[in-house]
């Protein structure tokens, strides 16, 4: 059985600037997905998302970004991308770059290509809608 | 007259949104200002919610302690709908909130605390190569071996609660959804295994030796018993913090807070005091008294909220935010919690002093509470867990994991608390309900405990007061200035979770 796409949405829906996450997930919650794809809601969680990417044949996150891009801008992250940004030592807000840093060491199984979908700027509708097509698009790439 | 000059410093891991400014002279801190730079707001956001919507919505204040506040508002919740929860619902509420707390333990213990032994501040130290090849950042074995073993044990909390992250399936009257025998017999297998490696790796001895340490000589004779000992993670912590002066540094004000915690079932082989397995009291040094919940107060003189000056019942404070110009005397989002008038700390150490455990009494009495104290007090509290959690989860599977929910009706106006010890204190939802919805939402976090900024009488916070006297060798890397800080764990972005382009850092502001 071959296994599957998870698109895995996180960040903080009370928290204006970074509900990209919860937004696009609600978005794609009230669709139908393709088959092989899968939908979590990653919440405010870090190192815990380890157990949801391990047994993925590829991780799709979403989450708000800041630096990378335009405001309105839809920007693909690879997992170096992401993990280059990590200060190295584990504290409560280290976030998925502490954790897509130590993903190879800490994997059980095949490591899955991880990708990061972000937007900067207001989680506006148009946004939103569009992150979500990346980030299916994404899931569903042979 | 000394000059006086600003100097910014860069410090990992205090948390993007904690500043400390501290005055230091001839290479000491004397004077400490705490500051809380970001505005929460959750108690504004829940005002004129559905009654229940606390449930939902606290989950979300935290990613770490997202179980933790869950309980909370649900306690809240059965305060005022009268409701009594079953045994069975009891207990795995209790669960799921001792998996977060055995995480966390080892977590901070190993990813945050002992990783700052491999600083660099401490390469003439003989340890310090073990130190670099156990905790390095990223790379360190102990670091990698941690969060590989850490990973599974949340699986408990998604069997118990059907969902995972921020689940919302306790209820008032106990939890939404029953587990099956079949899924409570896969969370044993998840706690055994984690129970295995914590012995292994963490203690270097079974947790029935461990629970023999009673006293600071059965300690130094339990470190030289065996290498397993000396070996583990307990022991490094031990012989390096010895080393490095850690049981000297961070002694604050002697004051210590548990509002109780992990309610007994009404059957049980478990024991507890007062009806918790992890008692509620305050202690000044090793003195122990009941608590009395209504001696707490929320001070603003120095924080960013609209008040009058003094202390207010969180039953009767407010969260208004003011932007009041005045700075200098106010300086932090943080609002000052205070016990009796004066400031408490609180978190594991707080908890071993108020139950009166004989080897956290002792080392309070012959060393004084101290960096390395708090530490080795959070390292071990799964010890004082882990067996009680195999208990209740058979007690559980016998009774064929029935009866976790008794209907209490609909809620009612009214009010009422929950309170109860997160994985770093005491942590307290107090709750109006007025024509079905929410008339008021207070929280003091732990954070709001221990990283207070001054009350109205101008009395620092916990741990204000426990940097004084520490010294600074390097303003650009302050490493000692990190142990007393991190020895309470502190917390407060866990709601900001943008993927950032460059490094994100705390900083401390020296004055010298």
């Given amino acids: ?142 | 007259m000394a000059v006086r000059k600003i100097l910014d410093i860069p410090i990992n891991r205090v948390e993007g949104d904690l500043e400390l400014r501290l005055e230091v002279a001839d290479g000491v801190v004397v004077d400490a200002w705490s500051a809380g730079t970001m505005f929460r707001g959750f108690e504004r956001l829940l005002i004129g919610r559905g009654a229940l919507d606390g449930l939902v919505v606290t989950p979300r204040i935290c990613g770490i302690c997202s179980t933790t506040h869950l309980m909370t508002a649900a306690k809240a919740l059965d305060a005022i709908a009268g409701a009594t929860v079953p045994d069975n619902g009891v207990r795995l509420r209790n669960l799921s909130l001792m998996v977060e707390h055995v995480q966390s333990d080892v977590r901070h213990g190993i990813l945050m605390f002992l990783v700052d032994f491999a600083n660099p501040a401490y390469r003439a130290l003989p340890m310090h190569e073990e130190a670099v090849r156990r905790y390095a950042p990223l790379v360190g074995e102990a670091i990698v071996e941690t969060v590989r073993e850490t990973k599974r044990i949340i699986e408990i909390i998604a069997m118990i609660g059907g969902q995972w992250p921020h689940s919302s399936f306790m209820v008032p009257g106990g939890l939404s959804y029953a587990p099956q025998v079949t899924e409570l017999l896969q969370c044993r297998h998840v706690l055994d295994a984690f129970r295995a490696w914590y012995e292994r790796r963490v203690l270097g001895c079974s947790i029935e030796r461990w629970k023999a340490v009673d006293s600071l000589a059965a300690l130094d004779v339990w470190l030289d018993e065996s290498a397993a000992h000396r070996d583990s993670d307990v022991g490094f912590l031990l012989r390096f913090g010895r080393a490095a002066g850690l049981d000297r540094l961070g002694n604050g004000h002697g004051a210590f807070l548990s509002y109780g915690s992990l309610d007994l079932p009404a059957e049980t082989a478990a024991q507890g005091v007062g009806g918790h397995l992890i008692p509620a009291g305050f202690a000044r040094g090793s003195v122990v008294e009941a608590l009395d919940p209504t001696a707490i107060s929320e001070h603003v003189a120095a924080s960013w909220y609209a008040a009058a000056d003094g202390g207010l019942h969180p039953s009767e404070g407010k969260t208004e935010p003011y932007a009041s110009g005045e700075e200098g005397r106010r300086y932090s989002w943080v609002k000052a919690a205070r016990y009796l008038g004066g400031p408490a700390e609180t978190g594991p150490f707080a908890e071993r002093v108020v139950a009166g455990d004989p080897l956290f009494t002792d080392l309070l009495e012959r060393q004084g509470a101290n960096a390395l104290a708090r530490e080795l007090a959070r390292l071990t509290r799964p010890a004082t867990l882990l067996p009680t959690m195999a208990l209740w989860l058979a007690e559980v599977v016998a009774s064929g994991a029935r009866d976790v929910y008794a209907d209490p009706g609909p809620i009612t106006d009214g009010v009422g608390v929950g309170m109860i010890q997160a994985a770093r204190g005491a942590l307290g939802h107090w709750v109006s309900i007025k024509n079905g919805r929410i008339d008021r939402y207070q929280i003091i976090t732990p954070t709001g405990w221990n990283g207070s900024p001054r009350d109205s009488g101008g009395v620092r916070g916990p741990w204000e007061e426990a940097l004084i006297g520490t010294p600074v060798a390097d303003a650009d890397n302050p490493v000692e200035v990190g142990h007393v800080i991190r020895s309470f764990d502190p917390c407060l972005v866990c709601s900001v979770h943008t993927v950032r382009k460059g490094k994100t850092l705390g900083r401390v502001r020296l004055e010298a």
């Fill in chain 1, 1 to 142: 059985m071959p296994r599957p796409a998870r698109i895995i949405c996180v960040g903080n829906r009370h928290s204006p600037g970074d509900d990209l996450g919860p937004r696009v997930h609600a978005l794609l919650a009230g669709s139908r997905l393709p088959g092989g794809v899968e939908l979590v809601d990653g919440g405010l969680c870090g190192l815990d998302l380890l157990r949801v990417i391990e047994g993925a044949g590829r991780a799709v996150f979403v989450d708000a970004v800041a630096g990378f891009a335009r405001p309105g801008e839809v920007v693909t992250l690879h997992r170096e991308d992401v993990a280059a940004l990590t200060e190295g030592v584990w504290g409560h807000d280290a976030g998925l770059p502490y954790l897509f840093h130590l993903l190879p060491r800490v994997c059980d199984g095949e490591v899955p290509e991880v990708l990061l979908i972000g937007a900067e700027g207001p989680a506006e509708t148009a946004m939103v809608a569009a992150v979500a097509a990346r980030a299916l698009a994404e899931a569903v790439r042979p």
